[in-house]
């Protein structure tokens, strides 16, 4: 029997806290993807201009975070911030919007303004949005942190 127990350990290995996170920000990825897609396809709720922006912005996460996540890949921030950082900006944006009840008028779908679900009372369609974007940059300070401190 081996010093570990008996386990292999593999620095690669989802126990090493950085692909720990790249998989968090991968599976958050992957839940807001799914949840635009089941409001606009099953729900049948017409995104706004806004919405399309924050899908662009979030959609391609999936595949970054989730090759980086797959393959460990440190230097993915790289690719994946540029993505989330604008997101918080323009899901921050439409919440705004959203909550002055403001009838901004966008050109695709229905209002920016608009309400179209709310969950626990207070979580509406951008504020989703804006949860989403803010954990997924989160986790990737969290591994620029990581890279710079040399923790694989």
Same mark, same amino acid.
């Given at each position: $029997?081996?010093?570990?127990?008996?386990?292999?350990?593999? /620095?690669?290995?989802?126990?090493? /806290?950085?692909?720990?996170?790249?998989?968090?920000?991968?599976?958050?990825?992957?839940?807001?993807?799914?949840? +635009?897609?089941?409001?606009?396809?099953? $729900?049948?709720?017409? /995104?706004? @201009?806004?919405?399309?922006?924050?899908?662009?912005? $979030?959609?391609?996460?999936?595949?970054?975070?989730?090759? #980086?996540?797959? @393959?460990?890949?440190?230097?993915?921030?790289?690719?994946?911030?540029?993505?989330?950082? *604008? &997101?918080?900006? !323009?899901?921050?944006?439409?919440?705004?919007?959203?909550?002055? +009840?403001?009838?901004?008028?966008?050109?695709? #779908? &229905? &209002?920016? &303004?608009?309400?179209?679900? @709310? #969950? !626990?009372?207070?979580?509406?369609? *951008?504020?989703?949005? !804006?949860?989403?974007?803010?954990?997924?940059?989160?986790? !990737?300070?969290?591994?620029?942190? +990581?890279?710079?401190?040399?923790?694989?």
């Amino acid at each position: $029997m081996s010093r570990d127990g008996g386990k292999r350990v593999t /620095p690669g290995g989802i126990g090493n /806290p950085r692909r720990r996170l790249l998989v968090g920000c991968t599976f958050v990825a992957v839940v807001a993807t799914v949840g +635009s897609l089941y409001f606009s396809e099953v $729900m049948r709720f017409h /995104p706004c @201009e806004l919405c399309w922006y924050q899908r662009v912005l $979030m959609y391609p996460l999936v595949v970054v975070l989730g090759v #980086g996540a797959l @393959e460990d890949r440190a230097g993915v921030w790289k690719s994946a911030l540029p993505l989330s950082v *604008p &997101g918080i900006g !323009l899901a921050g944006y439409h919440t705004v919007i959203q909550a002055g +009840s403001s009838s901004t008028d966008c050109v695709v #779908g &229905g &209002g920016c &303004g608009g309400v179209y679900w @709310e #969950g !626990l009372g207070f979580l509406t369609i *951008p504020r989703l949005s !804006l949860l989403a974007f803010v954990l997924i940059t989160a986790g !990737l300070i969290g591994v620029v942190l +990581s890279e710079r401190r040399g923790v694989s």
